[in-house]
């Protein structure tokens, strides 16, 4: 009664100490990941409809999506924006796309120094929308 406790962590010291080693020797040696692994984002744009269902599931409110009418009537996607910083990396967005437009890709080396740098920009239109396109001439 009186020492099990005792033994018990010598037992888990012992089998930990000559067991396999956990410790990956990351930038020498890239880990494998699992291909369902949350990494960084990819949206395909010309599959995205600028519906804001990925925006209304994110707990921490990351996404920000700018969308305008077209000629057709049609929303269209003009940019798609994501705070990183705040990102919690669940994939509600990425569960709840209707669309199935966005992605997570084994990217996971997102570690910068300036706030600035975890804002990434997925899509934007490089036509702009009509008004932006007849100011330019």
């Known amino acids: 009664m009186f020492g099990q406790g005792l ?9 930990l100490a000559f067991g396999k080693a956990i410790t990956e020797e990351y ?13 960084s984002f990819v949206l395909e744009g010309d599959k ?12 921490n409110h990351v996404i920000s999506i700018d969308t305008r009418r077209g000629e057709d009537k049609k929303r269209h996607l003009a940019k798609f924006t994501m705070k990183l910083g705040q990102c919690l990396f669940c994939g509600l967005c990425v569960e709840n796309c ?22 990434h920009v997925l899509f934007e239109d490089k036509a702009g929308a009509p008004e932006q396109v007849a100011d330019e001439e």
């Open 27 to 39: 930038p020498e040696r890239r880990p494998s990941l699992p291909p369902r692994s949350h990494g």
């Open 48 to 59: 995205c409809r600028g519906c804001g269902v990925c925006a209304n599931a994110c707990p």
């Open 7 to 15: 033994l018990r962590g010598l037992q888990i010291t012992w089998h």
């Open 98 to 119: 209707p669309s199935d437009a966005l992605h997570f890709k084994p990217d996971f080396e997102l570690a910068c120094y300036r706030f600035e740098d975890t804002i």
